[in-house]
């Protein structure tokens, strides 16, 4: 008798399954977050030098820069059309000792606990005329700090809810329902994370089995976040692509969360280029011979968030809907109504690259490209999706 096929388990995702994701902008007071939020958004936020300017968050929601969705919006020439977007939201300025209230903290640390992910902006920039928190510019000193107080906050937080959880467990005793089961379960994984947190590491850094994620997904923890490092450089530096502090961010970075994205960027430069007309910034950019970071910040948000979309296109509209990657159709389809996943019957889909390649959607019938796909499909990105779905039946009882 042939050995049975072993069916790998498809690996769990830290962080909420939703498609209407949020990243927040963190960092020391005064390293040019809100001044990067301004730019970003092309908003009006107050930026001026001192802490606590920014007192509650500020959100706004940014297109995401495709060649492929302003390519498909000239060849269908629709009646409106609607990009990608992600969500910013800008939160004050954290401090040394946030995570015991200091400066507000427990407010803004709640604000980062609502969010998905986080940009944390980073000062490599000296300018007397900027005040500095912490007295003098240092970096690495910075980074601690924010690391420090995030994964202080959920230790304190897992501490309280780890003892709640036994002290329940006590009254029980040895016995127990299966829900009494799953909390022991569950109290034994989160011990195992106290233990991880107190080592100094973050939780989006360890290797936890599918349960335990499960379970950690219920907590929110902040360092389970997907974390993108924002280094802000002065235009100088920036244009000329050196700066001294660069280096020794990297190399905390890889000493302590290996694999995490850094991006230098000029928040001066990009609050200046905000401001100008299209023909003013092309020519500013060009003395300098340089180009905007804000377009590689955008989608290393958007991807750093695990966010897709696919792509529905006509006379009417052309539209790029957010899905999480290895989203399969019919939960694709409900992205766009209820009705379309309660009632799937298919997916016709065809690639952005096919049509761009071939010229038409005529074309790419004729090429054996256009495509009938069930419900075990998985969207692709750049996928151009048609679907057909029946909503006659009444719904299902749940």
Known sequence: MPPKKVVKEEKALLGRPSNNLKIGVVGLPNVGKSTFFNAITNSAVAAENYPFCTIEPEEARVAVPDERFDWLVEHFKPKGNIPAFLTVIDIAGLVKGASAGAGLGNNFLSHIRSVDAIFHVVRAFSDPDV?????????????????????????ELLKKYIDTGEKALQRVGTGGNAADREKREEIAALKKV????????????????????????????????????????????????????????????????QGDMLIPFSGCLEQALSLMDPKSREEHLASLQTTSALAKIIVSGYSGLRLDYFFTCGPDEVRAWTIRKGTKAPQAAGVIHSDFERGFIMAEVYNYNDIRELGSEAAVKSAGKYLQKGRDYVVSPGDIIFFKFNVTADKKKR
């Not at 005040?131 to 420090?148: A, T, W």
């Not at 360890?206 to 219920?218: A, L, R, S, V, Y």
């Not at 802000?232 to 920036?238: I, R, V």
């Open 194 to 257: 106290l233990e991880w947190l107190e080592s100094g590491k973050d939780v989006r850094k360890g290797d936890w089995t599918n349960k335990e994620i499960e379970f950690i997904n219920q907590q929110n923890f902040i360092t389970a976040k997907t974390v993108i490092y924002l280094a802000n450089l002065s235009e100088k530096d920036f244009a000329r692509k050196k700066n001294k502090y660069l280096p020794k961010i990297k190399a905390w970075i890889d000493e302590n969360n």
């Open 131 to 155: 005040i500095h928190v912490e007295g003098e510019l240092d970096p690495v000193r910075d980074l601690e700090i924010i690391h420090q107080e995030l994964r202080l906050k959920d230790i």
